[in-house]
């Protein structure tokens, strides 16, 4: 297990401009998860790939938000036109096919800075 | 839905001291359980999980949990405190969704500091 792995570990932008965040999951993991911290919380759950398809969006992922997992490998989050709200840690995780009692890997995460 | 519930959002003990760490659910069905930890600059890491074999269930590093279905409760232990236990701690309960898609919920977190 190499872990899953995010990139890049820290992003600053301006607020306006679009960035992209990706995510390589534990290879053989078929779930790739997306989850969003901000400070002193709890980590909020962004969206589900089951292989290459999204299976769920939370409200909290607004038209701004994309998310892509093409050919069921890893994943990219694109934010467009960044506000300052989106500030935040960006956290993929991945698991294994199974019940509600399968582990989730998570990555170290992404940390966006909108200024 | 499922929801979790950590009822102190600090903790603060001595070294070699008992921990505590106190959670409680809501389930409209028998749930699966968890605890995570995140320690600084570091990936959340899993400590254990409830999966209803047995209501004690003992994780890494010393840490334990008891699952008590009267309680609603899924609180965790360690007997003796440790500095480098020092993090912040998130029981979370897994979820279906849509599409029988998977979730987990994550409480709001306890942050544990461990006095010398």
């Known amino acids: 297990d190499t872990g899953v792995s995010q990139d890049p570990r820290h992003k600053i932008t301006k607020r306006g401009q679009n960035v992209t965040f990706r995510c390589d999951p534990i290879?053989?993991?078929?779930?790739l998860y997306w989850y969003r911290q901000t400070l002193g919380q709890g980590p909020e759950f962004l969206t589900y790939f089951q292989n290459e398809a999204q299976l769920e969006k939370s409200r909290l992922l607004s038209d701004r938000f994309s998310a892509e997992r093409p050919k069921g490998s890893f994943s990219t989050l694109e934010i467009q036109r960044t506000e300052q709200g989106d500030s935040a840690m960006y956290l993929c995780?991945?698991?294994?096919?199974?019940?509600?009692?399968?582990?989730?890997?998570f990555g170290q995460g992404t940390r966006l800075t909108v200024v | 839905a499922q929801s979790v519930t950590q009822l102190d959002s600090h903790v603060s003990v001595s070294e070699g001291t008992p921990v505590l760490l106190r959670c409680n659910y809501s389930?409209?069905?028998?749930?699966?359980l968890f605890w995570y930890v995140q320690h600084p600059n570091k990936g959340l890491q899993l400590l254990l999980k409830?999966?209803?074999?047995?209501?004690l269930v003992k994780g890494i590093n010393g840490f334990e949990a008891e699952f008590k279905k009267s309680e609603t409760s899924f609180h965790l232990t360690k007997p003796s405190a440790h500095m480098s236990d020092a993090a912040e701690y998130f029981c979370v309960v897994s979820d279906l969704g849509v599409d029988s898609s998977y979730k987990l919920i994550f409480g709001s977190g306890t942050r544990l500091l461990v006095r010398p």
């Open positions: 409830y999966t209803s074999a047995a209501t």
């Open positions: 389930s409209s069905y028998s749930p699966s």
């Open positions: 995780a991945s698991s294994r096919v199974g019940g509600l009692n399968t582990e989730a890997f």
């Open positions: 290879s053989e993991h078929n779930r």
